[in-house]
């Protein structure tokens, strides 16, 4: 079994968190990203490919190491294997049958330390430690042996190249697809060649031919380092695979941009630990906990850089194709890590922007080739203009929706202006699959939602709604009228032409031939999510999605059960499956009205991903794209690009409840009956970080903030956030500070299922003598401590937390 070490106490990260489990419990090995390239792990750990976003291909298939005793020739075998998967690496550690101890590292390099316009070459490095743990002297040889074709045309030369230390290899039809792999010092040996027999040999292969002796279009690399130990001796061997879609000088410049190996990982982790310590969420559930915690660094796996800015495929070393639907929802969760990804990312599908307004469904991230599918309306159109009112709510980036504004609205006139005689946005399309489904269902076979759907319509009227607060902000009262008018009466007739009067539930939609569907589905989450539904049809709906033939272990299904069309995997499991994104957009919905259901939620469709990956065809920390109805087993995207910004989005505005919709933030959490306290932290918004706790007190739901935002029930606001001044001697406690000119306040919050003593402390505090109060879940009260000296408060002050409950330590002046 896997176990995890949780770093984010408060604000303040740990950089040795991972998921370590035995080397035997992979279905696959991690997917590791950089802005420039993407590697992929077996379950072996070795590498199963390295992808070029520049090229849109892989580069290199397989690269593993293998080790022979030099003595014997006998392959050294391994056993206590562990992989330590981290948010930016995976780790392989384990032991020879010779005494010596093997720790290999693998990542995607990343860096800021070349200047904020430089992003970093696109590498991947394997670094591998050997240490001799035995009493004895070891002389072992260990090989790297690569497949240099990857997934292109089977057309490969190649050469060692002296002053980089390794083999350069490229495609004869096109030499700019031009790959390096090799060592940052010089190997003992080398070859290319025909012989795929050599990685798997049982006896040891001796030296390399040092030549390129390949015959065939596919040759495999190899590298050869002698290593010889005495006893406690240790040695670094750094493997490097650097890419180019341009030239050989250009892969030149880019190798000589890449530090030495441990500058390298230092850079690429404190890279994402900038970004993880961003949006900060705590709870009693450690799932949702770490949930929050690594859809940040799934995040950051999926997004590539290009010449025209930042962007991401829909299925990464698969796809070189941008999705205007999927890259609005990036921006939801990525406005609350790096909104400049966001910023860059809208713009180019406004840019791209078809002359009658319709946003298109996707573009070609190498050449910006667009593709609509022949659609009349799509769902990308409305959600682009949701993603940029949201961009600006979170970022105040008035520039940025003032200069999209122009193009918001003529995307929103062109929906419109696709309109029925009952005033429903109207798809005309009569096809089938992705030239007859209008949203994001689009890829089932045989299977048509046009006409007028109720997911399109409903993001119609929160886009028109966007667009209208859009307008008045920028001082064009006219048109904020009329698209405020506009806005409300699709919301009118939504509920009127929209609503099985039957079930007070809205269709799917109402065909192109006219005909209601009436099928329910997870799809009824659309009303809710976008303002439409009156409360009492929406507790209707979260009440109809809450069934039990629509639920599972991991999530929600796509439709129920019992339903005439289900199937496991029908129509890729749109029609059965479950679709991981569709639960995070479920818990969104439900936050307001079933809270506890909404926290469930979030807790088992990460928590999922974690338990038994071998069995479920995942890898722990890494959100997979959708699962088996019955078994629940991975069928989709190892790493799923799309679903882990939802998550983050329905972690800080549905169960932390932040409001950013209304264009004036709003903090209303909704705690679940077993939660009894919430901490979201360093939330970038509006220029500031801004933080808050939610507690259930005796007198009710108490908040706290650092922000000057408007506030659902009763709230105390403090100046700053100290967190990073404050320590707790339990390392699983969640810990929170904050301060103003007469108070300082820390939480503690216990996420264990038992009762702990710990100890809580500041850094500093202003005066030689201080008066101090405590409250703990315990006993549901306050005790005064009387006058405290500083050392006594800085040396610590105890509190025993019940399991789920925390404490409070207000500190004042005397």
Not at 119 to 133: D, G, L, Q, W
Not at 300 to 312: D, H, S, V
Not at 407 to 420: D, G, I
Not at 432 to 439: D, H, L, T
């Amino acid at each position: 079994m896997h176990r995890t070490r949780d770093p984010s106490r408060s604000t303040v990260v740990d950089p040795r968190f991972a998921y370590i489990l035995a080397d035997d419990e992979m279905a696959q090995g991690s997917t590791l990203g950089a802005p420039r390239c993407t590697v992929v792990l077996k379950a072996t750990g070795a590498i199963a490919n390295v992808y070029c976003p520049d090229a849109g291909f892989n580069y290199f298939g397989t690269i593993q190491l293998a080790y022979w005793d030099r003595q014997s020739g006998i392959r050294l075998s391994h056993y206590s294997g562990e992989f330590h998967i981290h948010p930016e690496r995976q780790d392989h550690v384990f032991e020879l049958d010779n005494g010596v101890h093997v720790h290999e590292q693998i990542f995607a390099y990343t860096s800021e330390e070349e200047g904020k316009l430089a992003i970093p070459p696109p590498a991947v490095y394997h670094r591998v430690h050997v240490r001799n743990e035995s009493v004895k002297r070891v002389a072992f040889d260990m090989y790297a042996f690569a497949e240099l074709r990857g997934n292109t045309e089977r057309d490969i030369v190649a050469e060692y190249d002296e002053e980089m230390h390794g083999i350069v290899a490229w495609n004869a039809g096109t030499p700019s697809q031009i790959r390096f792999c090799g060592a940052l010092e010089q190997a003992d040996s080398w070859e290319t060649g025909d012989d795929r027999r050599k990685p798997i040999s049982r006896t040891w292969p001796g030296r390399l031919a040092n030549a390129a002796t390949a015959k065939g279009p596919d040759p495999v690399g190899g590298l050869h380092f002698a290593v010889d130990l005495e006893p406690g001796a240790s040695r670094w061997i750094d493997f490097l695979c650097v890419l180019s879609a341009e030239s050989r000088d250009d892969l030149r410049a880019s190798r000589q941009r890449c530090p030495e190996g441990s500058e390298a990982r230092r850079r690429t982790t404190e890279y994402y630990w900038k970004f993880l310590r961003r949006s900060i969420v705590r709870t009693p559930d450690v799932d949702v906990n770490q949930g929050v915690l690594w859809a940040k660094a799934n995040m950051l796996r999926t997004q590539t850089y290009r010449p025209t800015g930042w962007c991401f495929t829909n299925d990464p070393t698969h796809s070189n194709n941008a999705v205007g639907r999927d890259t609005a929802w990036m921006s939801f969760g990525a406005d609350y890590v790096n909104p400049a990804f966001s910023r860059d990312a809208l713009s180019v599908f406004f840019r791209l922007q078809q002359k009658s307004g319709k946003i298109v469904e996707y573009y070609d991230v190498r050449n910006e080739k667009t593709e609509d599918y022949g659609l009349n309306v799509n769902d990308n159109t409305p959600l682009m203009v949701i993603a940029l009112w949201h961009h600006y709510t979170v970022t105040s980036n008035k520039t940025f929706l003032r200069e999209c504004y122009p193009r918001a609205a003529r995307a929103m006139e062109y929906m419109l202006s696709q309109r029925n005689e009952q005033g429903l946005v109207w798809c005309t399309a009569t096809g089938v699959g992705e030239r007859g489904i209008v949203g994001w269902r689009n890829v089932i076979d045989n299977y048509r939602i046009s006409g007028a759907s109720t997911e399109i319509n409903s993001e119609c009227y929160a886009a028109l709604d966007a667009l209208a607060k859009t307008a008045k902000l920028l001082g064009k009262d006219a048109a904020a009228k009329r698209y405020r008018r506009e806005a409300r009466a699709l919301r009118t007739a939504i509920n009127k032409h929209l609503v099985n009067p039957e079930a007070n539930l809205y269709y799917l939609t109402i065909d192109v031939d006219g005909t209601p569907r009436t099928d329910v589905t997870a799809d009824l989450v659309f009303p809710i999510l976008f303002g439409v539904a009156p409360q009492e049809r929406a507790a209707r709906i979260i009440g109809a999605l809450s069934d039990a033939a629509f639920w599972t272990a991991a999530g929600i299904r796509t439709i129920p059960r019992d339903d005439l069309l289900y199937g496991p995997t029908n129509g890729f499991g749109l029609l059965g499956g479950v679709w991981v994104a569709v639960t995070y957009w479920y818990a969104f919905a439900a936050a307001k009205y079933n809270p506890s259901f909404m926290a469930k939620a979030l807790a088992m469709a990460f928590r999922h991903f974690n338990r038994e990956p071998r069995r479920n065809n995942t890898v722990p920390g890494q959100f997979s794209e959708w699962l088996h109805g019955e078994i629940l087993a991975n069928q989709g995207m190892m790493l799923s690009p799309w679903d882990a910004p939802r998550y983050l989005w329905a972690a800080i505005e549905g169960a932390g409840g932040l409001d950013v919709y209304s264009g004036e933030p709003r903090i209303a959490p909704t705690l679940p009956e077993d939660w009894r306290w919430m901490a979201v932290t360093n939330v970038p918004l509006r220029g500031k970080n801004v933080a808050w706790i939610a507690l259930r007190m005796p007198r009710g739901i108490e908040l706290h903030t650092t922000s000057t935002f408007k506030c659902a029930s009763r709230c105390a606001r403090y100046d700053e956030d100290i967190s990073d001044q404050a320590r707790v001697s339990d390392p699983h406690a969640a810990v929170v500070a904050f301060a103003d000119e007469n108070r300082t306040l820390i939480f503690i919050g216990n996420g264990k299922s038992q009762t702990v003593t710990t100890a809580a402390s500041l850094a500093a505090l202003p005066l030689a003598e201080h008066t101090v109060r405590v409250f703990s879940t315990v006993s549901n009260q306050w005790w005064d401590l009387g006058k405290r000296k500083r050392e006594q408060i800085m040396n610590g002050i105890a509190v025993v937390i019940d399991a789920g409950g925390f404490a409070l330590i207000e500190i004042t002046p005397p």
